[in-house]
């Protein structure tokens, strides 16, 4: 089986100071690993997916994140936080082991609140 | 132009009622899904479609019963309403029905059971 878990249900972050959102994962064999962030009223968005290769990942609107193995995270970062990031970002895994149809197990997502 | 969309936006209904939320691509994707999000922002998968066949489906209660008429359509019916049926759902697509797709997610239909 396959799950994550996003430790922080918000996290808060001064505008122009760095920010992290926090994600770990648990499958059987290799991860594919994926963001997504929802603002309000809004369905969820894209960032960044990590399915083989470089483990620092680059994605949408300044975002990265860096896939590390052997502490089964897959943190979310970006240099210098706006206000418009303020959102609710999901992390999600898919085991590559995983049954047919491609799908993945979200996190119980984090509010990023970024303050003037 | 809108890529994944959803009708309706908002409903309220009571509970034993019959409804249906209907969704539409015009990304030319192959797969889509269906996914409910509670009041906790906890998001998970319901059906999965790939041209028009099933290939998820999750534990889900036979009253909800999805319907794909073509590769661009999947609609949701969801039959005698429960009050635990009260969620946000999404609707989303994919190229492919392989992880390397990411999903295109709806604006999402809330469902309000009373």
Redesign the interface.
């Known amino acids: 089986a396959q799950s994550v878990a996003q430790p922080e249900d918000q996290v808060n972050v001064a505008e122009g100071n760095p920010l992290t959102v926090k994600c770990t994962y648990s499958v059987s064999g290799n991860p ?1 690993l ?1 963001w ?1 962030v929802q603002y309000p ?6 960032l960044l ?1 990590y ?1 083989t290769g470089d483990n620092l990942v680059k994605g949408s609107y300044g975002f990265e994140a860096e896939f590390n193995k052997s502490q089964t995270s897959f943190h979310l970062k970006k240099p210098s936080a706006l206000v418009s990031d303020s959102a ?1 970002y ?1 992390c999600a895994v ?1 085991d ?1 082991n ?9 996190g ?2 984090t509010r990023l609140m970024v303050k003037p | 132009d809108t890529a ?1 969309s959803q009708t309706p936006k908002y409903l309220v209904t009571q509970m034993g009622n019959d409804k249906s939320i209907k969704c539409e691509q015009n990304l030319g994707h192959d ?1 889509m ?1 269906w996914y409910k999000q509670d009041s ?6 319901m059906f ?1 479609y ?1 041209n028009k066949e099933l ?2 489906n ?1 534990t889900v209660p036979n009253r909800f019963s999805p319907k794909s008429p073509d590769k661009a359509h999947l609609n949701l019916h969801i039959n005698s309403l429960e009050l635990g049926d009260s969620a946000v759902y ?1 609707c ?1 697509s ?1 190229q ?13 239909t809330r469902l309000t059971v009373t």
């Open positions: 594919y994926f997504y009223n809004r369905g969820l968005q894209f997916k399915i609710l999901f898919r590559i995983g049954n047919a149809g491609n799908m993945l197990t979200f119980g997502g | 994944v797969t899904y906790k922002k906890f998001l998970k998968i999965s790939n290939i998820i999750e999404f989303a994919s492919a029905p392989t992880v390397t797709y990411e999903q295109y997610f709806g604006p999402g």
